[in-house]
């Protein structure tokens, strides 16, 4: 791996820990610990998404993953909540296959994720029609965005609106929603971060896609970040259903993740 290659890699590693330490900070049952090789970062709400364990050591063995698992297990073993195992594909040793090795610890894939960065993106030059874009300015207009991603992922976010669901959350950083006739329909946020402008919690209903809304608030988003901190670069963690439309806006991909959660949960589903 070039050196250029490796600080992409360890940049976008690096913004998933510093993302989610934010993002629950606030969180009423906040757990937080980094050991070598490892960063546990859990909301202690029952969301795996907001329960996370992220592999932070380059050049990975299959004997070293094998232990990263079972001491996942452990460091978890106290907890009901459920919870996400975070790998970076470029951080393992050629030949380990991380889905068998961590299916013996119980652990299955769940999805993938793909690191992406832009170095400027283009500011919103109008929105869609029908699409008001405002920022939260509220506790209902926060829960909204919440809302929003339960319904665009078919996930039960609900009791993220603990964290992220408040306004004075939002006092520093930059979420945007998007609304069809006083309906909340498309949002994302902008969190400010070691020198980023890290773009999360893009989404749209599934009744309003396909209309340029989510480009639109993140777009917007973005914009609004940059008038309050400069024009930096941006970095997101894109799902396989994004991942073509931050390639239209000037996102590459720097890293390839894998989250796996649970088997047993998996199999629930």
Excluded at 122 to 128: M, R
Excluded at 219 to 233: F, K
Aim: proline share 7%.
């Amino acid at each position: 791996m070039t050196k250029s290659r490796k600080a992409d890699v360890e940049l976008s590693i690096r913004q998933i820990c510093e993302a989610w330490r934010l993002m629950c900070r606030d969180a009423p049952g906040r757990r937080v610990s980094r050991t070598a090789g490892v960063d546990y970062i859990f909301s202690g709400l029952p969301v795996a998404f907001f329960n996370l364990v992220v592999l932070t050591q380059p050049s990975i063995s299959a004997a070293a993953l094998r232990t990263f698992g079972e001491e996942a297990r452990a460091w978890t073993v106290d907890t009901t909540d459920p919870w996400s195992f975070v790998v970076t594909n470029e951080a393992l040793e050629p030949g380990v296959d991380a889905a068998a090795i961590l299916g013996e610890c119980g652990l299955g894939p769940a999805f993938p994720l793909a690191g992406m960065v832009a170095t400027a993106v283009a500011p919103l030059a109008a929105a869609p029609a029908g699409l008001r874009l405002t920022v939260p300015a509220d506790d209902l207009g926060c829960a909204s965005v919440v809302d929003i991603n339960s319904a665009a992922y078919e996930m039960d976010f609900g009791p993220a609106k603990a964290m992220l669901g408040r306004q004075p959350f939002w006092n520093d950083q930059f979420p945007v929603l998007g609304t069809v006739d006083g309906t909340p329909a498309s949002s994302t946020a902008v969190l400010a971060l070691d020198g980023c402008r890290y773009v999360a919690l893009v989404a749209t209903r599934p009744a309003y896609r396909r209309r340029g809304y989510a480009e639109a608030v993140m777009r917007q988003a973005l914009e609004n970040a940059a008038t309050a901190m400069g024009p930096l670069p941006s970095v997101l963690h894109a799902t396989e259903a994004g991942r073509p439309i931050y390639e239209r806006m000037g996102y590459t991909t720097i890293a390839s993740h894998t989250l796996f959660m649970d088997a047993m949960l998996l199999a629930g589903h």
